[in-house]
Structure formats: C-alpha cells, structure tokens
C-alpha cells in the first residue's frame, strides 16, 4: 500500500472512528432512563433529560464550533472534541446527585458538537474526491453504529452495577475507539481555512430565507423529535407491566438501530431515480405505520413496530438532508447543512422531554397520538417544499413534453432519471459549515 493510499484509509477509518466515539457517548443514558428514575426519584420527563439536554447542547454548539473550525483547522477542533467528551464520560458515573449528572451531559454534548459540526468539511477537503462518498458513507454508518453500542452495552452493564456501570462500560468503549481516532487521524494538508465572516453570515442569511429548505428543515425537528420521544419513553413501557422486562433485555430493543444503515442507503438510490419527495412521503408513512404496530400489547409486534420506524426514520434523515444539500447555494450549502443540524438536535431535545411528559398522564397511547400529529406535520411540511420548489422551476421536459415552468421552453440536459434539466454539465459541492469540495459530475441533483 502507498503511503498516500495508507493516509486515505488513516482518513477515512480515523473519522469513522470518531463519529463512533461520540454518538456512543451521546445516547449511552437513553437505555438506563428507567433506572436513573429509581435510583433519583424522578419522573420519565425528569430522567428523559439526561439525554435531551445533552442533545441540545450539541444544537446550540454546532454553529460556533463550526466557526471556531475556520480559524483554528478541523483536526483540532475534533481531537478537542473527542478528549473531552471522553474526559467527561468518564467523569458521569461519579455523579452524586442528578443535578451533576445533568451538568456534565450538558457539558459533554457540547463537546461532542465539535465532530458533526467538522467531520464532513475535513472529509471533503482532505478525501481524494473519487473517495468523498465512501468516507462519508462510512462515517454515518460509524454514528449510527456507535449509538446503537453506546446503548446496548450501557444497558447490559446496568443489569450488573446499576446506571453507573453502565456508563463506565459506555466510556470505557468510548476511550477505546476514541484513542484509536486520535492515532487515526493524519493532519491537515488544507491548512486553516480562515475565518470570513461576513461571507459565513452571508451564507446564513441565504439558507434562513429560502422557503423549499424550510421543509427538509422541518422534517428533521419534527420526525428526530418523534423518534427520540419514542424511543425514550418505550424503555419505561417494557419495564412496566404488562411486559415486566429486565433494563438488559430493554437494552437489547436497540438493536433495531441496525434497520437504519441498509434502509438510509437504499433510500438514497431511490429518491435518485423517482425524486426526493415521493420516497420522503413514502418512508413518513412507514415511520406512521410503525407508530401504530407499537400500540400492540404483544411485544413481537412492537418490536416489528421499531425495527420498521427505525429504518424509515433513517431514511427520511437521509432523503431530507440530501434535500438540503441539493437546494442550498454553494455559498450557502454548509450553512444550510449546520442548520439542519440544529434543527435536528433541538427536535431530538424537545420530542425527548415532550414525550416522558406526556407518558405520565397519558401513557403510550398519548406517546403515539402526539408523535403521529408530527409525522402528519412533517409530510405536509414536505409537500409544501416540494410544491413551492417546482413552482420556481425553469421548464423541463418529460417524454418530449414540457412538465415545468413556462410553456415552450426548451431545455436541453442530463437526465435525471425520467427528468430531463437544463445544462450538459452539472457542478456538485459537497460539504458542511465552512468546508466544501466541489467536482463536476452528470446528473447528480435530483429534483424533490
């Protein structure tokens, strides 16, 4: 192997080992809720915030992580990331009271925000282009991967020690993978890529006053929101009766996470042949369809339920931030992609601690109406962007016929699976908040 060929693979394994690192972090808490409420006497809206404010604090941290990034270079801001998230994690199960408890995950979901806010600008600056889009499929697949460790071996320690061992063997897998990153990642040869300011506000301004990205936008707070109540609230449901099950079985559940990686990728494909908004809509009925399985009183239904709103969930994560990418300006793509990120995580934050409030009163039929009214809202959301973006299209032809825009316009172009757009040559960037790469290619932006 070439030395340069070796840095490509140091690159892309040490960013997926990051990614892994964090969101195992970042959702460790989510399958010892039920035991953090015994152990401090508190309510499921009260232990949910173990993890919702740590999500928040990630939100609130993306934008000015992703700034800091621009004067002082990616690497650092994700080796800081990653030794202070892990420094933190290490430091949670000493926690006295829930009081602490809360501080520090406030503290480290800040500093987990460092790895979104970066990985994906450093990819694409230092990734051969040719390589861009395995490095970045790897690295979601290393998040996902990570959540669902970070889970499942935080749930089967806590049959053992309680919620401290369980976040002990949460931190202990995190110090692992997180030093393997460190000695992973090579460093940048792009250099600091400075810090224009009125440019990044620019960018803000754009991505803020665009109405089509208003709906994949949308989509993220409300579907992220549903999908963090559910899963939150449910590992109360199974330890309650009728169902009686041990927090390490619980823990097990998360194991549906696995739906998300096939069905995200599978996704993709499709929304590049048949277009964005169909394939959303039909991944929102499925995470709908999943709710209702859920109001089974036997658990092999229930289980079938999150296994099929966990993959749609995956999948609508990954057509609507596709969306934005498509849509938003070169100036403003990575302004765009931080503020999905945003809202994503303030949905995460929000559903989490709406739903344990609604549990209480009203159990998980309440869970399941709320968390269908957004589905609902997110679909409408999406259709309102989809409609309003074909509105401002220039005319396009389907077949010989002209399908968009003013009537006689004649455009000739790549095809995009049964749509003909306008230009023999597309130029596609790829990238977040203050990184991009760009490459031309063919036909690679797909319609809603």
């Not at 999500?55 to 002082?72: D, I, K, N």
């Not at 000493?94 to 460092?114: D, M, P």
């Not at 301004?205 to 963090?228: E, H, I, K, Q, W």
């Not at 739903?355 to 399941?368: E, K, M, R, T």
Request: aromatic letters at 6%; one cysteine or more.
């Amino acid at each position: 192997m070439t030395s340069e060929r070796w840095r490509q693979t140091r690159l892309t394994l040490g960013v997926a080992a990051a990614g892994f690192t964090v969101f195992a972090l970042l959702y460790a808490p989510q399958s010892v809720l039920p035991v953090l409420a015994e152990g401090f006497r508190l309510t499921e809206a009260q232990a949910s915030l173990s993890v919702t404010l740590a999500t928040l604090a990630l939100a609130v941290g993306v934008l000015p992580l992703a700034m800091l990034s621009e004067a002082v270079g990616r690497r650092p801001v994700m080796i800081g990331a990653l030794v202070t998230a892990v420094g933190i994690g290490v430091l949670c199960p000493l926690a006295e009271s829930f009081g602490a408890l809360l501080a520090l995950r406030a503290a480290q979901g800040l500093a987990v925000a460092g790895l979104p806010a970066v990985a994906m600008a450093y990819l694409a600056e230092e990734v051969e282009p040719g390589r861009v889009g395995t490095a970045m499929g790897r690295y979601v697949g290393a998040n996902s991967l990570g959540g669902l460790s970070g889970r499942v071996i935080s749930g089967l320690a806590t049959g053992w020690g309680g919620w401290p061992a369980g976040l002990t063997a949460a931190a202990a897998l995190a110090s692992v993978s997180g030093l393997l990153a460190i000695l992973l990642l090579p460093s940048s040869r792009a250099g600091r890529p400075g810090l224009r300011l009125p440019a990044v506000l620019g960018g803000v301004r754009t991505a803020l006053r665009d109405p089509v990205l208003y709906g994949p936008y949308a989509v993220a707070l409300l579907m992220t929101g549903v999908f963090v109540a559910v899963h939150n609230v449910i590992t109360f449901r199974l330890t309650q009766a009728p169902f009686l099950l041990a927090p390490a079985v619980v823990a097990l559940v998360f194991l549906c996470y696995a739906a998300g990686g096939p069905s995200s990728a599978l996704a993709g494909r499709l929304a590049d042949r048949r277009g964005r908004l169909p394939v959303l809509l039909c991944c929102v009925s499925l995470v709908l369809a999943g709710l209702l399985l859920t109001l089974s009183d036997h658990l092999v239904l229930i289980v079938i339920g999150l296994v099929v709103l966990t993959g749609a969930f995956f999948a609508v994560h990954a057509v609507a931030s596709g969306w934005v990418g498509a849509r938003a300006p070169s100036a403003a793509r990575g302004q765009a992609s931080a503020i999905y990120l945003l809202c994503y995580y303030l949905g995460s934050s929000v559903g989490g601690t709406l739903g344990g409030l609604v549990y209480a009163p009203f159990g998980w039929l309440g869970v399941v109406a709320m968390s269908c009214c957004w589905v609902l809202a997110a679909g409408a959301a999406a259709v309102a962007a989809g409609l309003a973006w074909r509105a401002e299209r220039p005319a396009q032809k389907f077949n010989g016929r002209v399908i968009a825009g003013s009537a006689g316009a004649k455009v000739n172009g790549p095809r995009l699976g049964r749509v003909t757009v306008a230009g023999a040559r597309d130029t596609v960037t790829e990238g977040t908040f203050g990184g991009t790469s760009t490459t031309s290619a063919v036909g690679k932006t797909s319609p809603p």
